[in-house]
């Protein structure tokens, strides 16, 4: 069963920072695209950003450009998101998604992804 676990998540006061990791098991393929995404309460969905594994590869929303960042480890199965200069509105559950498939769908939308964590708790004080 595969399985993905992130961490990391908690209550911060605003300009702190928080590491997310998403560990990732189960699995017997290996990851094309895996993506951090975000959701605060009334809100859909939103992308935060997007990394393969395998290399040469990361995008953070322009939004969060500056103040963000993503990284991984192939061999480890596992990712990260730093998050630096936390502000208020950055309070969501954040969630890590995965995919072995190279569907032609744009890393930015949920759609492409196949597996999901449960979501960490991202609270930040003003």
């Known amino acids: 069963q595969v399985r993905l676990v992130e961490s990391g998540g908690g209550l911060v006061q605003a300009g702190g920072s928080l590491r997310l990791s998403c560990a990732a098991s189960g699995h017997t393929f290996s990851w094309n695209y895996m993506a951090w995404f975000r959701q605060a309460p009334g809100k859909e969905r939103e992308f935060v950003a997007a990394?393969?594994?395998?290399?040469?590869?990361?995008y953070v929303e322009d939004s969060m450009k500056g103040r963000f960042a993503i990284s991984g480890d192939n061999v480890k199965n596992t990712m990260w998101l730093q998050m630096n200069g936390l502000k208020p509105e950055d309070t969501a559950v954040y969630y890590c998604?995965?995919?072995?498939?190279?569907?032609?769908?744009?890393?930015?939308?949920?759609?492409?992804?196949?597996?999901w964590g449960q979501g960490t708790q991202v609270t930040v004080s003003s």
């Open positions: 998604a995965g995919t072995p498939n190279r569907r032609g769908i744009s890393v930015i939308t949920p759609a492409r992804y196949d597996y």
């Open positions: 990394i393969r594994l395998s290399g040469g590869y990361t």
